[in-house]
């Protein structure tokens, strides 16, 4: 069997394979069935049914359309839809921009249009993708019914509050008492784009990412069936949204649903959270300061007192910093500081808190810990500083307060290693942490 294309009776022209000439048969076939179909929908429906491309611009043109919008085929195909949108349906655009994925490629909206004649027009409207034979998007059809006709054209009044609610920051929602979205507004959220009318029909629980009915945000969505207002926050994908929910009513007062509202909160928590930071740590070493210090302390002498464990207090002072001050200066001084708040920090687990107590004075509280554990921390840091190649030589002194062996308060543990620290300080040559 010859292999390549096969010439034609003169010898001259390449013939198509049958298989090639069956599948282009085929695909015409095909595509004038769709032609035709397409053709008798746009004809016989009452409905405007309109086709569009991924831009936007109108391709085809029923006579439905004309009698909805008053414009004929021969004035809209090949304008862009948005000559029909009000300005607060403008959103409605980025539906053709990225076409939903063939699980998704059907979806239906409640919106408004222009009338020829300047009036307004409540639709129902209902969208397919479009696809090509190999399954990607082509364009978008487009099925548009008119609602309550006698009403149809809104008010300008009803127009401005539309056009706010799709412009309030966050996103608004309202659910059935079964807790799927019925409607949203807003200019959505930063963490994912959702077109308008993308959630309707979603149940409130997938939306969320949250499924235990006694847990937050869906417990308080089930408060709301029952009256209740109620505000928290709620980590959502990368974000911290503060979200209030409350009961929708109807008109007669009876509870039909919930009212949510949502607003991003991200970046102001982290702000919150950088100013509780330097509230509460010291600016020059990135310890905990005397405030944080203390609070965790007395939170410390509580939980000890409930579960009956110990824990110590290690005290150190840095020894000759007005020295250091004095012959080398205060970024010297400084530098001495930060050196030995980074020694403490690598001998701290992560449990512990190592402190800024003073000016030239630190702490540390173990957590869990005896006085044994306690004096081997403090060795550590000692041998760390001596060992240090960096000029000048630091050296610290030390003293352990232990709870509940030196007191049971605060002020009792502190007491017993301020002064294991002066007996250190006044002699230099007894034990790294002077004995009780």
């Known amino acids: 069997m010859p292999i390549g294309p096969t010439l034609s009776p003169t010898g001259n022209t390449p013939c198509e394979r049958p298989s090639v000439r069956k599948d282009t048969a085929q695909w015409m076939a095909h595509r004038l069935a769709h032609e035709h179909l397409l053709a008798a929908l746009l004809e016989s429906s009452e409905d405007a049914v309109v086709s569009l491309s ?6 085809t043109w029923s006579a439905g359309a004309e009698r909805v919008y008053g414009y004929t085929a021969g004035e809209m195909v090949g304008q862009y839809l948005k000559r029909l949108l009000p300005v607060y349906e403008l959103p409605q655009l980025d539906s053709f921009r990225s076409p939903r994925d063939g699980s998704e490629s059907k979806w239906i909206e409640i919106g408004e249009r222009l009338h020829r004649n300047g009036s307004r027009i409540l639709l129902s409207i209902r969208r397919s993708v479009i696809r090509g034979a190999n399954g990607e998007a082509e364009g978008v059809l487009e099925m548009a019914k008119v609602l309550d006709p006698q009403e149809a054209p809104w008010s300008p009044q009803q127009a401005s509050l539309r056009l706010m609610m799709e412009q309030v920051p966050g996103l608004l929602w ?3 008492r079964n807790l799927r979205i019925s409607a949203h507004w807003g200019m959505g959220l930063p963490a994912a784009k959702i077109r308008p009318g993308s959630l309707a029909g979603k149940d409130v629980r997938e939306f969320l990412g949250a499924a235990d009915p006694r847990s937050t945000p869906i417990a308080e ?8 207002v109620s505000r928290f926050e ?9 979200i209030r929910a409350g009961p929708l009513r109807s008109a007669s007062g009876e509870i039909i649903g919930c009212l949510g509202a949502a607003v991003d909160i991200t970046e102001h928590k982290k702000t919150e959270e950088r100013a509780l930071h330097q509230a509460r740590h010291d600016g020059l070493t990135g310890l905990a300061n005397y405030r944080e210090f203390m609070d965790r302390l007395e939170r410390e002498v509580r939980r000890a007192e409930r579960s009956h ?40 687990r992560s449990t512990d808190v190592a402190a800024r107590y003073g000016g030239d004075e630190f702490a540390v509280l173990l957590i869990d810990s005896d006085r044994g554990m306690a004096e081997q921390v403090a060795q550590r840091i000692e041998r760390r500083l001596s060992a240090d190649d960096e000029k000048p030589q630091l050296s610290v002194s030390m003293g352990i307060g232990v709870y509940p062996d030196d007191g049971r308060s605060p002020a009792e543990i502190i007491e017993a290693a301020d002064q294991r620290l002066y007996r250190r300080k006044k002699d230099p040559t007894q034990h790294t942490v002077a004995a009780p």
């Open 174 to 176: 309202t659910t059935d």
């Open 221 to 228: 969505h089930y408060s709301a069936l029952r009256g209740v």
């Open 54 to 59: 991924l831009e936007g611009v109108i391709e």
């Open 309 to 348: 464990d110990s824990f110590t207090l290690l005290l150190l002072d840095l020894d000759e910093l007005k020295r250091i001050n004095d012959l080398q200066g205060h970024l010297a001084g400084n530098r001495a500081l930060r050196r030995v708040a980074a020694v403490m920090m690598e001998h701290c």
């Open 234 to 242: 709620h980590t959502w994908k990368s974000s911290v949204l503060e």
